[in-house]
T-cell receptor
Framework: KAGVTQTPRYLIKTRGQQVTLSCSPISGHRSVSWYQQTPGQGLQFLFE???????NKGNFPGRFSGRQFSNSRSEMNVSTLELGDSALYLC???????????????FGDGTRLSIL | QQQVKQSPQSLIVQKGGISIINCAYE??????FPWYQQFPGKGPALLIAIRPDVSEKKEGRFTISFNKSAKQFSLHIMDSQPGDSATYFC????????????FGEGTQLTVNP
């Protein structure tokens, strides 16, 4: 069974540009969450999508947005990039929203975004 | 607001020793406490998890101890091996927040041979 796939793995952008990251969840998983990982702030929740609807949103500015398609694949977009947006962006999937021993969240290996 | 505090930031243990990582939380609505293991260049992987109605859970060499009254939980790695060298994150979530996880700051564990 294929894991969570994130593309691209690495990305370099300059300030002011915008970027779109992609996440393909595990087959059968319909909930997708996004996290930002930085050395200073650690792992922070961005948002969660289920059935093409945003269910939860973390404390990030409106420059960070996302969407989910009917096949459960998800994209996140960051507009007007800032130096502080340099981070590892992780996607996680589960069958449905929530936590528990029967439906753990599985993380992808992330997209490393560097802003110059 | 940091709702889950993790310590120590780094830990060095000899092979065969016990590694102990501690976490404390503030929000009493949290009802699920997983631990994740992350290797360089990889995403976090679920290691073990516990709910607050249980005081201890063991899976192989990994044990979670949970103290609901103190709002603390810890990960014990018995017989630590060099292959356990990784960053460990505690996390917490609540039923009303779907899949949202609140993570601790992480502990970089090094197990010397």
């Amino acid at each position: 069974k294929a894991g969570v796939t994130q593309t691209p793995r690495y990305l370099i952008k300059t300030r002011g540009q915008q970027v779109t990251l992609s996440c393909s969840p595990i087959s059968g998983h319909r909930s997708v969450s996004w996290y930002q990982q930085t050395p200073g702030q650690g792992l922070q929740f961005l948002f969660e999508y289920f059935s093409e609807t945003q269910r939860n949103k973390g404390n990030f500015p409106g420059r960070f947005s996302g969407r989910q398609f009917s096949n459960s694949r998800s994209e996140m977009n960051v507009s007007t990039l800032e130096l502080g947006d340099s981070a590892l962006y992780l996607c996680a999937s589960s069958r449905v929203p929530g936590q528990g021993p029967n439906q753990p969240q599985h993380f992808g290996d992330g997209t490393r975004l560097s802003i110059l | 607001q940091q709702q889950v505090k993790q310590s120590p930031q780094s830990l060095i243990v000899q092979k065969g020793g016990i590694s102990i990582i501690n976490c404390a939380y503030e929000n009493t609505a949290f009802d699920y406490f997983p631990w994740y293991q992350q290797f360089p260049g990889k995403g976090p992987a679920l290691l073990i998890a516990i709910r607050p109605d249980v005081s201890e859970k063991k899976e192989g060499r990994f044990t979670i101890s949970f103290n609901k009254s103190a709002k603390q939980f810890s990960l014990h790695i018995m017989d630590s091996q060099p292959g356990d060298s990784a960053t460990y994150f505690c996390a917490a979530s609540k039923e009303t927040s779907g899949s949202r996880l609140t993570f601790g700051e992480g502990t970089q564990l090094t197990v010397n041979p």
